[in-house]
């Protein structure tokens, strides 16, 4: 059974102490994480999720992992990197930190190989740092076979369409699992259906198929299975229905094994996913990129985003601006236009990759947080400009979705891509107060009825780079000025 481990209170008050002075925490909310850390089992505190955890602490899904990422700034958590494979939900490889991800996995469970984007794929957890609540989980080699099969392994699996959890559809194909000790024989006897058997070695993460099929046998069928460093093998290539005894030989090493039986036709059932706190979304977080701004992306050819929403701003006439107020004027009203469209950013789920210039990168989860963005952008700067009587900051914005490539530039997480290209360009096509978007973004969920509520003109436009012209559109809320 897994435990709840002895809590280690100097440790645990150092670090909670640095959480409270490292944002404005509720003193309540971290009551409720302190509790949560004391009194719950290890399995409640491996690979914690923020997001499922949310409900639990109370809080908001953003705000427990705005809490998660200090906690693991002040020494009360580390944080982990891990490949999820999508069909399973096994965490097929688990790193320390984001230079460490690859951009490909396989997943020999399921005997698949995939592409490690950002979006699904690579998902965030958090441990309880181990000197201040020690955790069984965190050292595999110490548990017992059920404890690893049935809470180590397949922690992102999420639920079976009746709420239980989905580890339990491969605990319930088992035939046999064990931790084989070096050279040394574990037996298991079952019946087999038509189908398939499977051994796998999950210290190896390689895996046996042995098909089920003809006339049924009386006889035991016995099967001896040999480890190696290439997992297991053996002289049996096909069984028969009936009575069989699988006999696992041990090497040098101790090594986690389970035996399945597939029926004739077996599926893998559908699925209810938990929220994974996904590398996108964390790269998304503007605390994220505050606390670890510094973590590298180390693949040369960096890691893939599906889908993602990029927002460019920049300012009509800055350098009649800098002209007109001189340098030190301008150079104030540009930085507390950064802070203005900051705040706003943050507060529409986005954040600021960079300012170039007088402009700003930024990206959203969603084209709807983006132009809803976008449009508080252009509200902002108006009440701002009405204490100076005039236009004395005037904002061109353009917003387009797709496909990126997370990378390292200048030491700091960025993006490349013919879709941060696009952005860039549209912006480019904006006139004073409008908001220029793509047809990706307008065909988005939710901008049918926010566009209802605006002027909206669309063109085709030529675009640098690009051989045909796409389709643009062009917004202003209805009380704007139509400047030129």
Not at 102 to 114: E, G, L, P
Request: overall charge negative.
């Amino acid at each position: 059974m897994i435990s709840v481990a002895k809590v280690n209170v100097s440790p645990l008050d150092d670090a909670l102490t640095k959480l409270r002075s490292s944002g404005p925490f509720d003193a309540h909310v971290l009551k409720q994480l302190e509790a949560f850390i004391c009194t719950s089992d290890d399995a409640a505190l491996y690979r914690m999720n923020p997001l499922v955890l949310a409900d639990e602490l109370g809080l908001p899904g953003p705000d427990t992992v705005r809490l998660f990422l200090h906690g693991a700034k002040s020494g009360l958590l580390t944080m982990h990197w891990e490949l999820v494979c999508p069909h399973c939900g096994d965490i097929v490889q688990s790193f320390s930190a984001l230079g460490k991800v690859t951009t490909h996995f396989d997943c020999r469970i399921c005997s698949v190989a995939i592409e490690a984007d950002l979006d699904d794929y690579v998902a965030v957890s958090f441990n309880v740092v181990d000197s201040i609540r020690p955790n069984r989980l965190a050292h595999p080699e110490t548990l017992e076979i059920d404890d690893y099969l049935g809470v180590y392994r397949f922690a992102h699996a999420g639920k079976t369409l009746d709420g239980q959890p989905y580890r339990s559809v491969f605990m319930n194909l088992a035939r046999g699992a064990a931790f084989v000790e070096p050279n040394t024989t574990q037996e298991f006897s079952f019946e087999l259906e038509p189908g398939g058997t499977r051994i796998f070695d999950f210290a190896a993460e390689s895996g046996l198929a042995i098909p089920v099929r003809g006339e049924r046998a009386h006889a035991v069928q016995t099967v001896d299975i040999h480890f190696g460093a290439g997992g297991p093998r053996s002289v049996t290539t096909q069984l028969a229905p009936g009575p069989v005894l699988v006999r696992l030989h041990g090497d040098d090493r101790r090594r986690p094994c389970s035996i399945s039986h597939f029926p004739h036709g077996w599926t893998m059932p559908p699925r209810v996913k938990d929220p994974l706190l996904t590398g996108k979304l964390l790269l998304n977080s503007p605390t994220f990129r505050r606390l670890f701004g510094a973590e590298l992306i180390e693949t040369a050819s960096g890691l893939h985003i599906r889908d993602l929403t990029f927002l460019f701003t920049d300012l009509k006439g800055s350098t009649e601006l800098y002209e007109r107020v001189g340098d030190v004027r301008a150079f104030q009203l540009v930085s507390e236009h950064f802070q203005e469209l900051d705040r706003v950013i943050a507060a529409h789920q986005g954040t600021i990759v960079k300012t170039i210039g007088d402009a700003v990168m930024a990206t959203f989860m969603t084209p709807l947080d983006a132009t809803l963005a976008a449009l508080a952008m252009l509200d902002v700067i108006a009440a701002y400009n009405r204490q100076f009587g005039r236009d004395e900051v005037v904002l061109k914005i353009g917003i387009h979705a797709g496909a990126a490539i997370a990378v390292t530039q200048n030491d700091r997480l960025d993006y490349f891509g013919q879709t941060v290209n696009i952005a860039a360009r549209v912006q480019g096509l904006a006139a004073a107060e409008e908001i220029c978007v793509t047809e990706d973004v307008r065909r988005a969920p939710g901008l049918d009825e926010l566009c209802a509520r605006l002027h909206v003109a669309s063109e085709r436009a030529m675009i640098k780079g690009l051989s045909d012209r796409i389709q643009v559109y062009r917004l202003r809320p209805k009380a704007a000025k139509q400047a030129a």
